[in-house]
Every structure is written in structure tokens, then in C-alpha cells.
């Protein structure tokens, strides 16, 4: 099983558009450190599944009859913008999975094409795809959202975007059910707590490590970055570690 992170922005992108922080300047400069919209996918047995649809190439970088399969994490526009166009292929029936939201975005559930939008899943509640043990977590967002854990052969990987904390019952699952690797969302650089300040509807730094600490996984990558973090963390690299560190788009986790 091979994790490959299509994206890992948040909907902003990097670079932002008008922004010359130090982090979109860089991105400018070298393409290597932009970010487009956070999604992934895994490969096994030849077969791909897709976690959300929105990078801008998705057609192009999965010709017809090389998507087997979409789990949505949620239904913001950032997150789906790219089924609005695959929809309309023929010849094809793509399963999609994704958490109970019957409003959906726009027209996709009214008219879904060549996609095959099938019952929601719901939390803790595991299904497979191939040999793989899916198993969705609720999240804290301001539309429903669910984080997925994949397990095979023993190991297990979450992926938890969009969300700001975790429901206690998924910490303690994470406890309960050790992780090789957690890939989670981190928005913001560390937010003022002594202003009174909070991360909102997506985690900060300071947030997502002691969601390390009290999940427990063996390494935590972060998605889902904005440029105010990037900025934060090229004056911080010492925050960051083989354990703790900002996910780049293209790179490969292999289970």
C-alpha cells in the first residue's frame, strides 16, 4: 500500500495570490516549496483510491479507468471542485464515499454523471476497499467531515483533514488502535493564546502537537498549510523533526 499526497495547501494555495510573504516568495522562486489543495491517494494491487477530488489535473494525471474509487472528507468546494468536471465523463461508474451531508455541494448529488455517490459512511463504522480496512473518524469542522484510517496488514495510517482538535472518543481510539503515521491538518502558525486567541475550524502548530502527544502516532506529518505557517516554520526549523514535520505535494509514504 502507497500513500502519494496529491496536494497539501489549503485553499488559499501557495504561493497566495498578491502575498509576498517570505514563504510565497520562495514558492515563486521555486516551485518546489508551492502547495496546491490538500488531497491523496492510495495504490494497491494496481488499483487507485482517490481521498477528495480538486487538484486542477486531475483528469490529465488519472486517465479514464484509473480511478477506482473516491473517499470525500467533506463537501467545502476546495475539497471536491474537480468532480464538477470528471462528472461529466462517459463510460465509466466511479464509486464515491463520503460523510452523511445531503445538501452536498451545489448540484453534484442532483447530478452526478458518471459518479456513483453511494450510502454515507458513518463513524467508527469500518468497510473495505480491496484488502484495505477503512475506518471513518467524525471531525470538528464547520460542515460534516470524516478523517479516514487506512489499515493493512497491521499497520495503520490516519488521514485527518479538515478539522480543528479531535473528538476525545477519536483520541482514545488512537490510543486504543496504535498508528504508524498521522497526516493532519495545520492550517495556522501558533495563535496568541495569552490574547485570548484560538485556531479556528483548523488546527494551529501548537495544537497539532499535543494532538501528537495525546494520539500517540509514531510520526505525524502535517497538510492542509497555510503560508503563514510556512512562513513560521522556515524561522523555526527547530520545531520540526523525522517525527513531526510539514508534509511536501508528491511525497510518497509506502506501508
Given at each position: 500500500m502507497k500513500l502519494t499526497v496529491i496536494g497539501t495547501g489549503n485553499a488559499r494555495l501557495l504561493p497566495v495570490y498578491g502575498c509576498h510573504c517570505i514563504a510565497c516568495e520562495r514558492a515563486r522562486a521555486n516551485q518546489a516549496y508551492s502547495r496546491g489543495k490538500t488531497s491523496a491517494y492510495i495504490s494497491y494491487q494496481g488499483r487507485n483510491l482517490l481521498i477528495d477530488a480538486n487538484a486542477d489535473d486531475l483528469m490529465a494525471r488519472f486517465p479514464a479507468g484509473n480511478i477506482d474509487s473516491i473517499l470525500l472528507t467533506h463537501y467545502h468546494m476546495d475539497h471536491v471542485q474537480s468532480l464538477f468536471d470528471l462528472r461529466w465523463g462517459m463510460n465509466l461508474s466511479i464509486p464515491v464515499f463520503g460523510p452523511d451531508d445531503p445538501v452536498g455541494c451545489d448540484d453534484l448529488l442532483k447530478h452526478p454523471g458518471i459518479l456513483d455517490f453511494k450510502a454515507a459512511r458513518q463513524p467508527f463504522e469500518h468497510f473495505y476497499w480491496r484488502d484495505i480496512?477503512?475506518?471513518?473518524?467524525?471531525?470538528?469542522?464547520?460542515?460534516?467531515?470524516?478523517?479516514?484510517?487506512?489499515?493493512?496488514?497491521?499497520?495503520?495510517?490516519?488521514?485527518?483533514?479538515?478539522?480543528?482538535?479531535?473528538?476525545?472518543?477519536?483520541?482514545?481510539?488512537?490510543?486504543?488502535?496504535?498508528?504508524?503515521?498521522?497526516?493532519?491538518?495545520?492550517?495556522?502558525?501558533?495563535?496568541?493564546?495569552?490574547?485570548?486567541?484560538?485556531?479556528?475550524?483548523?488546527?494551529?502548530?501548537?495544537?497539532?502537537?499535543?494532538?501528537?502527544?495525546?494520539?500517540?502516532?509514531?510520526?505525524?506529518?502535517?497538510?492542509?498549510?497555510?503560508?503563514?505557517?510556512?512562513?513560521?516554520?522556515?524561522?523555526?526549523?527547530?520545531?520540526?523533526?523525522?517525527?513531526?514535520?510539514?508534509?511536501?505535494?508528491?511525497?510518497e509514504f509506502n506501508f
Open positions: 480496512r477503512i475506518t471513518p473518524m467524525p471531525l470538528i469542522h464547520s460542515k460534516p467531515c470524516l478523517g479516514y484510517v487506512f489499515e493493512c496488514q497491521g499497520k495503520r495510517i490516519a488521514y485527518l483533514t479538515d478539522t480543528v482538535d479531535l473528538p476525545a472518543e477519536v483520541k482514545q481510539w488512537f490510543v486504543d488502535n496504535p498508528l504508524e503515521l498521522m497526516l493532519i491538518d495545520c492550517s495556522f502558525a501558533p495563535v496568541d493564546r495569552s490574547a485570548g486567541e484560538q485556531p479556528s475550524n483548523h488546527n494551529d502548530v501548537i495544537l497539532a502537537k499535543s494532538l501528537k502527544e495525546e494520539c500517540r502516532p509514531n510520526k505525524m506529518g502535517l497538510i492542509h498549510i497555510g503560508h503563514d505557517l510556512e512562513s513560521w516554520a522556515m524561522a523555526n526549523p527547530q520545531a520540526f523533526d523525522g517525527d513531526f514535520f510539514l508534509v511536501s505535494d508528491g511525497q
